[in-house]
T-cell receptor, first 106, second 116 residues
Framework: GENVEQHPSTLSVQEGDSAVIKCTYS??????FPWYKQELGKRPQLIID?????GEKKDQRIAVTLNKTAKHFSLHITETQPEDSAVYFC?????FGTGTRLKVLA | EAGVAQSPRYKIIEKRQSVAFWCNPI?????LYWYQQILGQGPKLLIQ????????DSQLPKDRFSAERLKGVDSTLKIQPAKLEDSAVYLC??????????????FGEGSWLTVV
């Protein structure tokens, strides 16, 4: 079955800096890679996703890149703001990574 | 559009007791998932249904956990008997289809279980 690894587990950045979270997956048949943001006590919320026929997707300050050959994908957040502080999860199809706790320091 | 509904939101039980969680997916969503999220960890898939059939239950501890989706809509997840390590949030989620366009997963608010 699918296995997803996510790094780093925690990430602290200064407000305005960029944050990058990386994930790898094992099943070459996976074709859908969503990213979720989870605030304390809340449900995971989809923030961006990418499908296997696309190498990069951007939505305002958030971008995701996918390298199918290497089986890894990354989330990039630019111009980080305090409200970006949360736990971020990557997923390959419906299998989730272990999460990255992002702290944006004001 | 109504979201994924779950109940109860919170439950406290003693170990060895039983508990059941209910989920109603988004209307028209054929695929339903139950995840277990232990504090500080990512959601772990317990079971995936496509309509009323099981697609993946490889991570479901079948000696104590059971789930059903008899009419292909609502689902229940049962734990019997509960152990301390079952304390977690049980997230129900649904998607229109499991693959391709339309497979975005939407989560319910979760059922918080504490086993004492």
């Amino acid at each position: 079955g699918e296995n997803v690894e996510q790094h780093p587990s925690t990430l602290s950045v200064q407000e305005g800096d960029s944050a990058v979270i990386k994930c790898t997956y094992s099943d070459s048949a996976s074709n859908y890679f969503p990213w979720y943001k989870q605030e304390l006590g809340k449900r995971p919320q989809l923030i961006i996703d990418i499908r296997s026929n696309v190498g990069e997707k951007k939505d305002q300050r958030i971008a995701v890149t996918l390298n199918k050959t290497a089986k890894h994908f990354s989330l990039h957040i630019t111009e980080t703001q305090p409200e970006d502080s949360a736990v971020y999860f990557c997923a390959a199809k419906y299998i989730f990574g272990t999460g990255t706790r992002l702290k944006v320091l004001a | 559009e109504a979201g994924v509904a779950q109940s109860p939101r919170y439950k406290i039980i003693e170990k060895r007791q039983s508990v059941a969680f209910w989920c109603n997916p988004i209307s028209g969503h054929a695929t339903l998932y139950w995840y277990q999220q232990i504090l500080g960890q990512g959601p772990k898939l317990l079971i995936q249904f496509q309509n009323n059939g099981v697609v993946d239950d490889s991570q479901l501890p079948k000696d104590r956990f059971s789930a059903e989706r008899l009419k292909g809509v609502d689902s229940t997840l049962k734990i019997q008997p509960a152990k301390l390590e079952d304390s977690a949030v049980y997230l129900c989620a649904s998607s229109f289809r499991p693959e391709g366009i339309g497979n975005t997963i939407y989560f319910g608010e979760g059922s918080w279980l504490t086993v004492v």
